[in-house]
């Protein structure tokens, strides 16, 4: 069973700090990759997809991956109380047309 | 720009009632997926259709089928609820290769 693994959080961050968000996978072929916010009560939205070995920047938000160590994170920048929500790593199964979510890390931004 | 629409919204089953989770997309796009979610347990595929005419089984098939109706539409069903299956269903779909998924906004399903 391909697996994908996040710390479950929650990871509590002051306001106009830099998040970290980590998130491991099992299948070491996997070429896709996906970050989505999900608000309470709410359907996941994207914020990123990265391809390619290292760093892919969109606004305050940067994505990591380094494939050689089945390893892609999400960083936000100057976090705002907004940014909290559930961040879903996302990855694509190598073997089939399907896509592997971890079960989530729960942001709080505080003021 | 309706996207992907699931209906419907809210749905309350009594144990071994049976209903269609309905999902259309108009995106044109080929394949489509059912999710539930679980208080802590993230996103879990349940079944899956990578293009029109296929369906395959995800990480927890049982207790539903799916029809690819077409293109556009993909439906779940149970055909005898269980409590277990309260949850929170997701649609979504996506076009062919390394695209990222579309979601619909849900529907949630309670089972007494």
């Known amino acids: ?111 | 720009n309706a996207g992907v629409t699931q209906t419907p919204k809210f749905q309350v089953l009594k144990t071994g009632q049976s209903m269609t989770l309905q999902c259309a997309q108009d995106m044109n796009h080929n394949s489509m997926y059912w999710y539930r979610q679980d208080p802590g347990m993230g996103l879990r595929l349940i079944y899956y259709s990578a293009s029109e005419g296929t369906t395959d089984k995800g990480e927890v098939p049982n207790g539903y089928n799916v029809s690819r109706l077409n293109k556009r539409e993909f439906s779940l069903r149970l055909e005898s609820a269980a409590p277990s299956q309260t949850s929170v269903y997701f649609c979504a779909s996506r076009d062919s290769g390394d695209s990222p998924l579309h979601f619909g906004n849900g529907t949630r399903l309670t089972v007494t």
């Not at chain 1, 994505?63 to 694509?92: F, G, H």
């Open chain 1, 1 to 111: 069973q391909k697996e994908v693994e996040q710390n479950s959080g929650p990871l509590s961050v002051p306001e106009g700090a830099i998040a970290s968000l980590n998130c491991t996978y099992s299948d070491r072929v996997s070429q896709s990759f996906f970050w989505y916010r999900q608000y309470s009560g709410k359907s996941p939205e994207l914020i990123m997809s990265i391809y390619s070995n290292g760093d892919k920047e969109d606004g305050r938000f940067t994505a990591q991956l380094n494939k050689a160590s089945q390893y892609v994170s999400l960083l936000i920048r100057d976090s705002q109380p907004s940014d909290s929500a559930t961040y879903l790593c996302a990855v694509e199964d190598s073997s089939a047309s399907k896509i592997i979510f971890g079960s989530g890390t729960r942001l709080s931004i505080r003021p």
